[in-house]
């Protein structure tokens, strides 16, 4: 099992950048693949970034690919989010998440995810 804790999000200026982190509690997160969400006022929790559990291969939604980028270093059993470029419509609150389905083609459907953080707001003002 592992607990997952968020933070690094806040106000920023289109065209700005954050750089968010999901601190993890537990022996297994190296063993996890993971990933970011979002979710929207009003609208369904949405994919953003995934990475394997070594960081050797990465995913991306098609609205970041470009300007996100996600890492982790295990040895901190941390998860980043580095978010450069930001836009209005980037703005959510930010979800970390680990144990995905076992196929990528089902990354994007959050409900198939097995753990979660309490989130982290991102606000982008134009």
């Known amino acids: 099992q592992v607990q997952l804790v968020e933070s690094g999000g806040g106000l920023v200026q289109a065209g700005g950048s954050l750089r968010l982190s999901c601190a993890a509690s537990?022996?297994?997160?190296?063993?996890?693949?993971m990933g970011w969400f979002r979710q929207a006022p009003g609208k369904e929790r949405e994919f953003v970034a995934a990475i394997s559990w070594i960081g050797s291969n990465t995913y991306y939604a098609d609205s970041v690919k470009g300007r996100f980028t996600i890492s982790r270093d295990n040895a901190k059993n941390t998860l980043y989010l580095q978010m450069n470029s930001l836009k209005p419509e980037d703005t959510a609150v930010y979800y970390c998440?680990?144990?995905?389905?076992?196929?990528?083609?089902?990354?994007?459907?959050?409900?198939?995810?097995?753990?979660w953080g309490q989130g982290t707001q991102v606000t982008v003002s134009s």
């Open positions: 998440a680990a144990d995905p389905p076992p196929s990528y083609s089902d990354y994007a459907h959050a409900s198939k995810w097995n753990y």
């Open positions: 537990g022996r297994t997160f190296s063993s996890y693949n």
